[in-house]
């Protein structure tokens, strides 16, 4: 209830001031190539594929919320005596930019992933700072974000010990069309205690593409 | 010998004063007044006032300023009020300069008039002739006499003094009240004024007893002659006529013709005549009741008729019904004789309705110059207005009419009540009685008024005290058709206005330094046993892609004049464009009709 109340108390005082800057809505289609590497004793078995998606981002002022989904299909590598399995992730991240190259963000995550043997269910909740490096032209910005991930709940495992990730990337965008580009990598590394004998790692490389939509002053 | 010689010239010049009568005499009168010789001035002024000697003319009318000046002077106040009293029954009209007499004096003849008025006097029965004596006598004293008639008559002169005709007697000067009866013969009562050294001689001819009473109503008004004698302006109320056979001849006014009738009138008998051919309805049938009687000259029933319903439920009546009754019945109470009534009534015809001017037809002279003093001393305004008007600001003005009763400077303001209250419009005029205010419904900056509710308050300062009326409005501006603002220019119709040069090395480095930082994040996450590389492909690259992108977008902007010149005038364009449509919408909203409606007058 407490930190309920704080965060009522911070939202109030963030909104008013926001009240009157501007507004950028963008919406991008998702392309990515997910890779999932996961070690149980001494087996390791690795699976990609591809996915694909939308992610909307909404910032107002400092403040910024994103929501993505994709699903695809997540196959093995030659030779390996893995399942192929579907593969589905949806993300809600809210992001305040405490300067205009450095933010602060808290998310969540759901993915999961389902085969012939079975279903897993990935929830993950992770906060962490984002640093951006303007690109030349307005919007356009490398970033890096790194999270921890003290939160984790895999379905029928028992939660990681650590938890850690860290995405790299480009946003593009053009001065003379709504059309936005960025190409992201994303690391995410889970280590279990050390009596389940396992460790996750999951990737994604991520292409993708939209429109934005600006509104300054209530136009 | 100077003293012997002073003395002399003293000697000669009272003779000679004592010797002077009327024209001369008021001219001496005159003099030794403005050389303030006050005991030489009395005797020459009183002797000169004499109406015989004389016409009744600006400087007689001066002599009896100067007269009662000196007599206040002298602490004589009685005698100065007899002489007043004498001269305004002789010249009605008699108006006291303000601007060069004291206010003493002007103080007492208000006064003087205000007795004269309470004691009017009959004259179809008694006529007061007032005889100078051809010689000064310097007295104290004044003389009554009662002239003889053909009956025996007898008259009772103030509380004790009687005399019978042809008989004269010798009273200190002042006013008395007299009454003359005769057996069989209706008394008639008079007051007179008695003058020093001045003889007052008192002529009556009573009527029977069995006289009747004579009504006559107008409309246009006339006047009225019975057996050649003016009676007066109509309406005319109980006139008292011998019993027998009358010559009546009414002239309407303004050449409207003339009408003689003869009536035979019995012994008391009330006889009514009417030449009214315009007739007053107001929809109310009380009040329309008495008014039909008065039309037809049975005043004293219509104005029993009429009092109640005014003075009773009378407010709840229409305000044009009740002006019109109060005008008509202002004029029958006049015709009355009750004349502080009638000044009430018309008090309140002012108050009711100050744009109200009585017709033409209706006040004869005399109530229409009460009328007018009475409006002339009403401190009341009122405004009124279109109650719904269209018209267009800047170009048009707003007509106000304004009425005040007493003549002032009237300020009008137009004041915002709703959404915010501040004055809009300020207008001041003179107004002697009816004006029209031409309001042009923009501010000093030329702009029309906006919408919103207003207050229009009229105020007329008099000295020592203010009135003002109020009038609410809505002011809506109608709907005009304004062109639309052009579109943003969209984007892609701009030209890129610069180019990307090279790269300089040192940008070249931050962009691989860049690139290897990505790198190296997303190897220090990676768990090499686990994916089998230590650095992933896909972490090199996305590395190689933001150094790529670093690099690509640090190259210097290199401007093109040639675009920047194009893309100048396509935004000059527009905003001239952009500007010509704002200021024609603004013309054009500013010329926007407006509608102006009066929701309430309180």
């Known amino acids: 209830m407490t930190a309920f109340r704080l965060g009522t108390m911070l939202a109030s005082l963030l909104l008013p001031a926001s009240q009157l800057v501007a507004q950028e809505v963008v919406a991008r289609a998702v392309l990515a190539a997910p890779r999932s590497s996961v070690r149980v004793g001494q087996l390791t078995e690795r699976v990609a594929g591809l996915w694909g998606g939308v992610v909307v981002d909404f910032h107002m002022g400092p403040v910024g919320l994103t929501a993505s989904g994709a699903r695809g299909r997540l196959t093995p590598a030659a030779q390996q005596p893995v399942l192929e399995r579907a593969a589905g992730e949806m993300t809600a991240t809210g992001r305040y930019d405490v300067t205009p190259w450095l933010g602060m963000e808290a998310g969540y995550a759901a993915r999961a992933f389902r085969s012939a043997a079975g279903r897993e269910r990935w929830d993950i909740v992770g906060v962490g700072v984002n640093v951006a490096h303007r690109l030349g032209t307005d919007g356009s910005r490398a970033y890096a974000r790194v999270s921890y991930l003290p939160l984790v709940k895999v379905s029928g495992e028992e939660r990681p010990r650590f938890a850690v990730g860290t995405e790299v990337g480009i946003a593009l965008v053009t001065n003379r069309s709504p059309i936005t580009f960025a190409f992201s990598y994303r690391v995410e590394r889970f280590r279990f205690e050390q009596g389940a004998a396992r460790s996750d790692q999951f990737e994604a490389l991520t292409l993708s593409m939209g429109a934005r939509v600006l509104r300054f002053n209530g136009r | ?602």
């Open chain 2, 1 to 602: 010998m100077r003293v012997l010689a002073s003395v002399t010239v003293l000697a000669l010049a009272t003779a000679s004063a004592r010797a002077q009568t009327g024209r001369p005499a008021l001219v001496a009168g005159m003099e030794r007044y403005l050389l303030a010789d006050y005991q030489g001035a009395l005797p020459l002024l009183g002797r000169g006032l004499d109406p015989a000697a004389g016409p009744v003319d600006s400087l007689w009318l001066s002599a009896v300023e100067r007269l009662t000046d000196v007599l206040l002077v002298l602490r004589q106040d009685t005698l100065a009020a007899a002489w007043l009293r004498w001269a305004i029954r002789l010249a009605p009209g008699l108006a006291v300069d303000e601007e060069v007499m004291p206010p003493i004096v002007v103080r007492a003849a208000a006064a003087a008039r205000a007795f004269v008025d309470s004691t009017p006097r009959d004259r179809f029965v008694a006529r007061v002739e007032f005889r100078w004596p051809a010689a000064t006598r310097g007295g104290t004293f004044g003389t009554v006499r009662l002239a003889e008639a053909d009956v025996p008559i007898t008259a009772r002169v103030g509380a004790d003094q009687f005399l019978r005709g042809g008989e004269i007697r010798r009273l200190t000067p002042g006013s008395y009240g007299v009454v003359v009866s005769a057996p069989g013969y209706l008394p008639t009562r008079l007051t007179v004024e008695v003058l020093p050294d001045v003889t007052t001689e008192v002529a009556v001819n009573l009527l029977p007893e069995t006289a009747g009473l004579l009504y006559v109503a107008a409309r246009p008004w006339g006047t009225v002659w019975v057996d050649s004698q003016l009676v007066g302006y109509t309406p005319v109320a109980g006139h008292r006529v011998a019993p027998g056979s009358h010559a009546i001849r009414f002239v309407r006014e303004g050449g409207g013709g003339t009408t003689d009738t003869a009536v035979v009138v019995a012994d008391r008998q009330q006889v009514h005549l009417s030449w009214t051919t315009r007739t007053d309805t107001t929809g109310e049938p009380a009040l329309d009741r008495a008014l039909a009687l008065l039309d037809v000259g049975d005043l004293e029933r219509g104005v029993r008729a009429l009092d109640p319903v005014l003075r009773g439920d009378g407010t709840s009546l229409p305000v044009p019904a009740r002006v019109r009754a109060t005008a008509r019945l202002a004029d029958a109470r006049w015709a009355l004789g009750d004349r502080d009534s009638a000044l009430a009534y018309l008090h309140d015809l002012v108050r009711l309705d100050p744009f109200y001017l009585p017709p033409t037809d209706l006040f004869n002279p005399d109530l229409w110059t009460a009328y007018a003093k009475v409006r002339r001393g009403s401190p009341v305004i009122a405004i009124r207005a279109p109650a719904d008007t269209v018209l267009t600001p800047v170009r048009e003005a707003w007509p106000v009419e304004i009425a005040v009763g007493q003549p002032g400077e009237v300020r009008l303001v137009l004041r915002l009540t709703t959404p915010r209250p501040h004055d809009s419009v300020l207008t001041s005029l003179f107004v002697e009685a009816l004006a029209t205010a031409r309001i042009i419904l923009a501010g000093h900056d030329g702009r029309a008024l906006e919408p919103g509710s207003y207050g229009l308050e009229g105020e007329v300062v008099l000295s020592g005290e203010t009135a003002s009326d109020l009038l609410q409005l809505v002011i809506e501006q109608l709907p005009v058709d304004t062109t639309p603002r052009p579109p943003p220019l969209p984007l892609p119709s701009f030209r890129p206005e610069t180019s990307k040069g090279l790269p300089s090395l040192r940008a070249i480095a931050n962009g691989v330094g860049l690139g290897l930082l990505a790198v190296g994040l997303a190897a220090a996450v990676n768990d090499r046993d686990l994916t089998g590389r230590s650095i992933p492909l896909a972490a090199a690259l996305t590395g190689g892609a933001v150094a790529a992108a670093s690099i690509g977008f640090s190259g210097p902007a290199v401007p093109i004049p040639a675009n920047v010149d194009y893309n100048h005038a396509l935004r000059a364009a527009w905003q001239e464009r952009d500007r010509a449509i704002s200021a024609a919408n603004a013309l054009r909203l500013n010329q926007a009709p407006l509608r102006l409606r009066a929701v309430r007058e309180p």
